[in-house]
C-alpha cells in the first residue's frame, strides 16, 4: 500500500526496481496486491466520466450535485461495496477472536444495513494492472476487493459502506522503469474517486451524515477531496461525521490542529466530536522513523497530524483485526496455527500499545505489544516488511481496526443526537 505521494518515485531505476521486488515479495506475505485484468478500462475508461444535467436546487436535495449522472458510477459493477448490491462485498463480518491465553471463539458480526450513517472509503495502491493507471475492472479475488475487505469492510457494522473502483496510479506507475513523475496520472485516479462520490452524494445519500476512509493513495486523494469539494462547503461541510485517513500527510502548524490541509476540519479532540480528522502513520515503537521515512514527515515548517483513536475510546490496548485471505502482518504464517478458519477475519484484542510520538521531524503512531503475559504470534505487527523508510505502513489501519469501527459508532452516535 503506497502513498502517491512520498519520495519512491524520484529513486533511481535500480532502486525502483528494488522496491518493485520488494513489494512483490510483500505481496506474496500479504496477499493484498492479485494481478488483474489488462491497461484498457473498455469504452468506459475514455473521455469524460461526468455529465451535469440541470441544476435547479430545491430545499428537498440541498446539495451541490444536484443533477449529477455519471457514464462509470452509475453501473453496478464499478462498485466493490455498496449496501443494496447482491454482491456487496462488505458482508460476511464474522471473526474469530483469539484472546491473550490462545483460547479461539467465533463471533458473529453482521453488517449493519440501517445504520444511520453513511461510510466512503478509497483504498490504497494495490493494482499490478500494467500502465501508469489500472483499470476499471475488478473481481473478488482482485488485489483491489481483498484489500477493501482487509482495510474497510468491518466498518461495515457502524455504517452503510460505499466503496468504488477507480483508475488509481498502479505500482507500475509508482515504481516501474518510467514512472508517473507528473500530475495526469494521479488526476486521472482523483476525478474518478471525486466523479463516484459526487454520484454517491447525489444519488444515495438523501442528506445523510458521512464518514471518509481511505489509505495511502485513497487517504491523499481523499484529503484533497476534502481541501477542495467539502471544507468551504457548508452543506458538505454539515454532512462530515469524520475523515479517518491512513499513511498520508494531513498537515496543520506546529502546535495547532488545524490550518494546514484543511481550513475547517480539524484533528479530532475527542470520541464524541464530528467533522474533524483522525489520522496516523505507524511505525514500531522501539524504532522510530529514521530521516528519510516516507510517512509522518514534516513539510515546509508545517507537522503531520497524529490521532489516535485507541486514546479518544479511553483504552488501554489496541483491537487488532486481521484479514484471513489477504494477512496484512509479515509473517503471515502466525494464523498456520488456528487451522482452518471458517471466518474472513481474525480478532486480537488488547494486543497492542499505541500512542502518537514525535521527532524533530516527524510524527507517528509508535506500535508496540501490550504487556502481560500473552502467548499470540504479534511480532509480524511490528515487521517493517519495506524497509525502515516505510515503517509499518502496511498495517497503518489493521493495528486497531476494531478501535476504528467502534470510533465511527461512537461519531455516529453524536452526529445523529446533534
Known amino acids: 500500500m503506497i502513498s502517491t505521494r512520498t519520495d519512491p518515485a524520484s529513486a533511481p531505476p535500480s532502486l525502483r526496481r528494488a522496491l518493485i521486488r520488494g513489494v512483490a515479495v510483500a505481496v506474496l506475505l500479504v496477499g493484498v496486491v492479485a494481478c488483474s485484468g489488462d491497461d484498457g478500462g473498455g469504452d468506459d475508461a475514455a473521455g469524460s466520466t461526468t455529465t451535469e444535467t440541470g441544476s435547479t436546487t430545491t430545499e428537498a436535495v440541498p446539495d451541490p450535485y444536484h443533477g449529477h449522472t455519471s457514464t462509470i458510477y452509475g453501473l453496478d459493477e464499478r462498485w466493490i461495496c455498496r449496501p443494496d448490491l447482491d454482491d456487496d462485498q462488505c458482508r460476511d463480518l464474522d471473526v474469530t477472536v483469539v484472546d491473550a491465553t490462545g483460547t479461539v471463539t467465533v463471533e458473529e458480526r453482521e453488517a449493519d444495513l440501517d445504520a444511520p450513517i453513511d461510510c466512503f472509503y478509497v483504498y490504497p495502491t494495490v493494482s499490478a494492472d500494467p500502465g501508469v493507471n489500472s483499470d476499471l475492472e475488478w473481481t473478488p479475488d482482485d488485489g483491489e476487493a481483498l484489500t477493501v475487505v482487509a482495510q474497510a469492510a468491518q466498518y461495515a457494522r457502524s455504517c452503510r ?3 468504488p473502483v477507480y483508475r488509481q496510479v498502479t505500482l507500475a506507475g509508482l515504481f516501474g522503469d518510467e514512472p508517473e513523475t507528473g ?5 486521472t485516479a482523483y476525478e474518478d474517486v471525486l466523479d463516484a462520490w459526487r454520484t454517491y452524494v447525489s444519488t444515495w445519500n438523501e442528506g ?7 489509505h495511502s493513495q485513497g487517504a491523499g486523494i481523499l484529503t484533497r477531496l476534502v481541501a477542495e469539494e467539502i471544507d ?17 500527510s494531513v498537515l496543520a502548524p506546529p502546535g495547532e490542529v488545524v490550518g494546514g490541509s484543511f481550513d475547517q476540519v480539524p484533528a479530532c479532540t475527542s470520541a464524541d466530536e464530528v467533522g474533524c480528522v483522525v489520522t496516523w502513520s505507524s511505525y514500531p515503537a522501539d524504532r522510530p522513523p529514521v530521516a528519510g521515512a516516507f510517512f509522518g514527515r514534516q513539510t515546509e515548517g508545517r507537522r503531520v497530524l497524529c490521532v489516535d483513536a485507541v486514546g479518544l475510546l479511553g483504552e488501554d490496548h489496541a483491537d487488532a483485526i486481521v484479514p484471513v485471505e489477504a494477512p496484512l502482518i509479515g509473517n503471515a504464517g502466525a494464523l498456520d496455527a488456528l487451522g482452518d478458519l471458517e471466518t474472513r477475519f481474525v480478532s486480537v484484542p488488547d494486543a497492542l500499545d499505541v500512542s502518537c510520538q514525535a521527532t524533530d521531524t516527524h510524527d507517528y503512531l509508535a506500535i508496540g505489544l501490550a504487556p502481560g503475559d500473552d502467548i499470540r504470534p504479534r511480532d509480524g505487527f511490528l515487521e517493517e516488511s519495506l524497509g525502515e523508510t516505510w515503517g509499518l505502513h502496511l498495517v497503518d489501519m489493521n493495528v486497531a ?3 476504528l469501527v467502534t470510533l465511527t459508532a461512537r461519531q455516529g452516535e453524536a452526529f445523529t443526537d446533534r
Open 161 to 163: 459502506m460505499y466503496a
Open 183 to 187: 500530475g495526469s496520472a494521479r488526476d
Open 208 to 214: 445523510r451524515g458521512v464518514v471518509l476512509i481511505g
Open 232 to 248: 468551504d462547503e457548508p452543506l458538505l461541510l454539515d454532512r462530515l461525521v469524520a475523515a479517518h485517513l491512513f499513511g498520508a
Open 401 to 403: 481496526l476494531d478501535d
